[in-house]
């Protein structure tokens, strides 16, 4: 892969994004990007700089959940 390109999805605080939650489709705003291994949401996240995760909040529930990039989607505005 070339350098300038980016690996896999990129997100950013604040943007829209939507996931699987238990059968269905919930919706929320990311808080931010993680790339250490930390507590967050309530769990231990193995998150690094190569593999980042995101934590995020449901605008249905204002719960925290902790999620990879590839099980979230960007919602368009």
Known sequence: MS???R???????????AWSSHGSETTG???K???ERT???GRTVAASPE????EVRSDRSGR???HKPSA???KKK
């Open 3 to 5: 350098k300038g390109k």
């Open 39 to 41: 507590e967050a949401a």
């Open 29 to 31: 705003k990311v808080e």
């Open 33 to 35: 990007k993680i790339t």
């Open 64 to 66: 925290s959940a902790v």
């Open 72 to 74: 979230l989607e960007r």
């Open 7 to 17: 690996r896999g999805k990129d997100f950013r605080k604040g943007d829209e994004v």
């Open 51 to 54: 593999e980042p995760q995101y």
